[in-house]
């Protein structure tokens, strides 16, 4: 395609006026993160303080207990997407290569799945884990996020096995190989990039969670995850944005990272099935 | 002759057992985790109970929560709450995904800078965004309310969190910068998914670039974007932790919706079978609104 410099000159203006604006909330929180409490009671606001406080993210680091609550998020995010990725790759791989009997009532069941509010199904799964005791443990997250993850990953992955040719898995049976093991060692090998994606989609489900850890885990401050520890520094009368803030780009700095490996998967995760 | 070997699973008879063989772990956790905690639900929204236990007698049936619930003001508020934010949510996250969609499409140098920085905020958890613009929204020293008294639209600051008509747009603003991004990225798949041939047989019969995509980019895009408009619906129907944590559904319930409501019938006040039936009825609702809004292309959901 052929621009006039002037179409040209537009586009780019365009296309750099509207990413400043999209983007500039993220500024914004890193401008905070890195200004004085002087800085961020005055007006008019300033754009970038005049000594950038980087020392606010150590001091958060070692003052606010960041480090555990990563650790629980991290926690919560590798049980979950262990249990559900491991249930997914089999059903989704049966769904792809077999004549499921119900297999359409089977996805109808998904799509209500995937539109069942948190909100709802917090109420007995609560009660459930008091019954056995589990409030309070992270175990409890590990089964609510599977409730979020697995009706996407198991779609998710079925696309993915779906693009890979039958053939290979016949030529290996007739090389001896059983049914389950022409999945193991050829199928699963060849899906790798499908599982891997696959898993950080469901990481990043598992990681925006705050409904099921608020409710489970208020009371027991160690096993706070980072989104829920965060929502406890501000205050009722006043809060430390400077603080929040760099607490806040640690939080986010994991999945934005994994976002950046993820684009150009992301259609297939969030279609999760939904071509053809 | 050989033993009929009843778990060969090699032998083609036996391929849909081992279908089946690998879909029960799945169907397992599922009915445990999902099916068996629904089924509570609605039980519970047919008592009469406040915080029961799972296996204690169960309470006499009744109606009574449906009818406190049909009859009460705030869930009728809740559910014209939850309307407003789904219209303006819903039609701003369009419009801006669909814009930057567009945009990138075009091929220029950067283009794949760009459209990772347009859908960056998908990857910005929800708690992290609220907190970014719990502050710009401050009362007191926040960039917006500095910004409306700057361009001489407001006399004072405003106190965007504690008063109603603020409160909403400062919640419907959050979640359309959060929400947009899925709606860009999936425009940016139909997009592409749309042969230039197209256009180039457009072009050579003389139509201009309003006339292309009116004719040929719309019409194409209309699957996808009929899919993508329901899954923002149901998101933003769904949603607890912006609306929780930046306004907690105040001030005066003015941006309670039906999800914030039941969590807080629950766990504010601990009335579990109460909250059941304000959260079926949430659901009845989701269910309903996209089976009418996709129609026959329900199937396209999954």
């Known amino acids: 395609m052929n621009r006039t410099p002037l179409q040209s000159l537009a586009l780019y203006g365009t296309v750099v006026l509207l990413a400043a604006l999209i983007l500039f909330p993220v500024y914004w929180l890193l401008v905070t993160a890195v200004s004085t409490s002087a800085d961020l009671s005055q007006l008019p606001p300033s754009f970038w303080p005049d000594e950038a406080q980087w020392g606010t993210f150590a001091k958060v680091w070692e003052e606010r207990p960041i480090p555990l609550w990563l650790l629980n998020s991290m926690l919560a995010a590798i049980g979950s997407v262990t249990l559900s990725m491991v ?190 | 002759m050989s033993r009929v070997r009843l778990f060969d699973l090699a032998r083609p008879s036996r391929q849909h057992l081992l279908g089946y063989i690998l879909l029960t772990p799945a169907v397992l956790l599922v009915g445990l985790i999902i099916v068996y905690p629904l089924i509570i639900s609605i039980d519970l929204s047919l008592q009469a109970v406040k915080l029961p236990r799972i296996g204690a007698p169960r309470a006499p049936f009744t109606t009574a929560n449906y009818e406190r619930l049909f009859a009460s003001s705030e869930f009728w508020m809740a559910c014209w709450v939850t309307l407003k934010l789904v219209v303006v949510v819903t039609a701003g996250s369009l419009i801006t995904g669909v814009s930057t969609a567009l945009l990138v499409n075009n091929r220029f140098r950067g283009r794949t800078l760009a459209r990772l920085a347009m859908a960056l905020p998908w990857a910005v958890p929800e708690v992290i965004a609220v907190v970014i613009f719990a502050w710009i929204f401050d009362s007191s020293f926040g960039l917006m309310s500095w910004l409306l008294v700057t361009l001489g639209l407001s006399d004072g600051m405003v106190a965007w969190v504690s008063t109603p008509g603020a409160a909403f747009w400062a919640v419907a603003i959050t979640m359309i910068w959060k929400g947009y991004p899925f709606v860009s990225i999936m425009t940016l798949a139909g997009l592409q998914s749309i042969p230039t041939d197209f256009y180039n047989a457009a072009k050579v019969d003389g139509a201009n670039v309003f006339q292309r995509f009116r004719w040929i980019t719309l019409p194409l895009l209309m699957p996808v974007l009929g899919v993508t408009l329901v899954l923002v619906i149901l998101w933003v129907f769904r949603d607890f932790s912006i609306i929780k944590v930046l306004t907690e559904g105040g001030p005066l319930k003015s941006t309670q919706t039906l999800s914030i409501m039941t969590y807080d019938q629950a766990f504010g006040f601990f009335n579990f079978g109460y909250a059941s039936a304000v959260g079926v009825v949430t659901l009845v609702i989701c269910v309903v609104a996209s089976l009418l809004l996709l129609g026959r292309q329900t199937r396209a959901m999954y």
């Open chain 1, 87 to 276: 249930v997914s790759v089999l059903a989704g791989y049966a769904l792809s290569r077999f004549t499921i009997r119900g297999g359409h009532s089977l996805g109808l069941f998904i799509l209500t799945a995937k539109m069942l509010p948190a909100t709802l199904l917090v109420i007995p799964l609560f009660s459930i884990f008091r019954n056995f005791g589990m409030i309070g443990s992270l175990w409890t997250l590990v089964l609510a996020h599977s409730t979020l993850i697995i009706p996407f990953t198991t779609w998710m992955l079925k696309g993915y096995f779906d693009t890979i040719p039958r053939e290979l898995e016949q030529a290996a049976m007739v090389d001896g190989c059983s049914p389950m093991g022409a999945m193991v060692r050829v199928v699963l090998p060849v899906a790798t990039p499908g599982l891997a994606a696959t898993s950080l989609y469901a990481f990043v489900l598992s990681w925006a969670d705050y409904a099921y850890a608020r409710t489970f885990l208020v009371n027991a401050p160690d096993s706070w995850t980072a989104n829920l520890g965060i929502t406890t520094m501000r205050g009722e009368y006043s809060t430390d944005w400077n603080e929040i803030s760099a607490a806040a780009v640690f939080v986010a700095v994991p999945i934005i990272v994994i976002y950046l490996f993820l684009e150009r998967y992301l259609v297939g995760g969030l279609t999760a099935g939904a071509e053809k």
